[in-house]
């Protein structure tokens, strides 16, 4: 399998309610594609200094299910309309796991 | 429970004997160390462009885990002998997750 982890650091402008509700429509992403095998989002808890905001880890059973994932239309559109507008910067790393 | 993930980004003059003492030694902590419910780590897959280059996902129980993860001396050895030495950037969260 494949898990899919990704940090973002946000905007200094950016808002609670935006942050809501970028969680609110990642939240609904299981439901709409099938690939996802897991899916953890969240923002950070604040627990250690010079930590990034949120992140988003999925699990997919393979790179046909990462494609499956990345470039469904349903996550594009949140990425259009509810990352990008927010996001400062990015870290992703696709790697290989026990099935 | 509380997810752990981090992305690197290494340093140009990384070599793969290094990227594989790292992983070799991040292998041998969830046997040293109780508080991982689970851990994932590896490098990047190379799947899309503007990717970091490693990335650790880890689940503990709670804050108190989160502790017993980080500072424990062996993750702590890890950290100082075979991450710091290759690693360029490095983007961190903890974050809630459901039981």
């Known amino acids: 399998?494949?898990?899919?982890?990704v940090t973002f650091t946000f905007r200094p402008d950016t808002t609670p309610e935006q942050v809501r509700a970028l969680?609110?429509?990642?939240g609904t992403l299981p439901s709409l594609i099938p690939a996802l095998r897991s899916y953890h989002f969240g923002a950070?808890?604040?627990l250690r200094d010079g930590n990034a905001d949120f992140a988003v880890v999925a699990v997919l059973a393979d790179e046909e299910g990462v494609r499956a994932y990345l470039d469904h239309p349903e996550h594009v559109r949140v990425v259009e309309t509810r990352v990008k507008p927010i996001v400062a910067t990015r870290s992703a790393v696709q790697m290989a796991i026990a099935d």
């Not at 399998?1 to 982890?5: L, S, V, W």
């Not at 969680?23 to 990642?26: D, F, N, S």
Request: neutral net charge.
């Open 23 to 26: 969680a609110k429509e990642l």
């Open 1 to 5: 399998m494949i898990m899919h982890a």
């Open 44 to 46: 950070d808890l604040r």
